[in-house]
């Protein structure tokens, strides 16, 4: 079967330029969130635990309690808290949840500073801050998303901005209200590398972490490496001779005599289908026809094959991202670190 490799060695050369960039390591809240990006959530959990990771950021409640043992502190996303845990912190995305959250609930408002997706209004920050404190919340934190850190425009500047206005506000708040000091945060992975001057509590890093961080040459970080790499078996062999054609809809005509093999990787454990006919591996190995569901055939008799060892590479590929590619990984593929 397919398989991925993890190279932790990798891993930890990305965690330690990250590391170098929040000048401590206790500042990194690593993101595992959508199995951590393909990757494997316990398997990658396990070895930011090794390296010294003390923070994580999951989308739901289901993966925090997976990787609870690794972590002293981790923040989920998008949930409503269904369990208590002193470890586990929820995310306030609109004023109109705070009335849903459990008395007692440790939980970080997401305040939108322009990216307009999820977070309260600036507007609403004081009515946000008595709603908290009327529901007899723990309100540990006020953070934010950067919408375009990764492209060479002011808007980063400009919702940089937007919330050191919002931070001075809340700490205004937090002392009237008498909640406890807050900490604040907003670097993802590309906002981390925007700012030579790195001074909040943590940055929530996800795909710099991965290896696959693709920024503009003028904002570009030299040294990552990517940590996952995917590997497919054959299947099957066959000599197929000049003006033959391989898969469904036979849209690949062999030009001359070749050995074609199938390999065990297709659409069904995530492979594109816009790489049919428009794909070479690492090894320059070139995909023929249509990728099928559960395989796809290519020019070559070797027993394995190297599919991929850099998703930004396999996404020019498929016309898409590296996060979607890395992403649509199916979570039963085997993991070797």
Not at 138 to 149: C, G, I, K, Y
Request: a neutral charge.
């Amino acid at each position: 079967m397919a398989y991925i490799i993890l190279n932790k060695n990798n891993f930890f050369n990305n965690l330690d330029i990250i590391a170098n960039r929040t000048k401590s390591v206790d500042k990194i809240a690593l993101v595992l969130k959508d199995n951590a990006y393909g990757h494997g959530l316990l398997e990658m959990a396990s070895m930011a635990n090794e390296y010294g990771i003390k923070k994580a950021v999951v989308q739901k409640t289901e993966e925090a309690l997976l990787i609870e043992k690794f972590f002293e502190y981790i923040l989920v996303l998008s949930d409503t808290p269904t369990v208590s845990s002193d470890k586990i912190r929820y995310t306030i995305n609109d004023i109109n949840s705070i009335s849903k959250f459990p008395l007692g609930t440790k939980v970080e408002l997401k305040v939108d500073s322009g990216m307009h997706r999820n977070g309260i209004s600036p507007s609403e920050l004081e009515a946000s801050f008595l709603k908290i404190k009327g529901q007899g919340l723990q309100l540990e934190a006020v953070f934010t998303h950067h919408r375009s850190a990764d492209e060479l425009t002011t808007e980063w500047f400009w919702q940089k901005e937007n919330f050191k206005k919002i931070k001075q506000e809340s700490t205004k708040l937090a002392e009237k209200l008498g909640f406890t000091a807050l900490r604040f945060h907003s670097s993802n992975s590309a906002a981390l590398f925007r700012d030579s001057s790195f001074d909040e509590d943590m940055a929530r890093v996800g795909i710099v972490a991965y290896g696959c961080m693709t920024l503009p040459k003028a904002i570009s970080v030299d040294g990552i490496k990517p940590v996952l790499s995917l590997y497919a078996n054959k299947i099957s062999s066959r000599k197929l001779k000049s003006g033959e054609r391989v898969g469904y809809g036979a849209t690949r005509e062999i030009k001359s005599d070749a050995v074609v093999s199938n390999y065990d990787f297709g659409y069904g454990d995530g492979f594109f289908r816009s790489c049919s006919n428009n794909y070479k591996t690492p090894h320059d190995i070139e995909i023929v026809g249509r990728v099928s569901m559960d395989n796809s055939s290519f020019l070559c008799d070797k027993d394995e094959i190297l599919i991929f060892d850099d998703a930004r590479v396999a996404a020019s590929y498929a016309g898409t991202i590296s996060y979607e590619v890395l992403t649509s990984l199916k979570a039963d593929i085997k993991k070797i670190v």
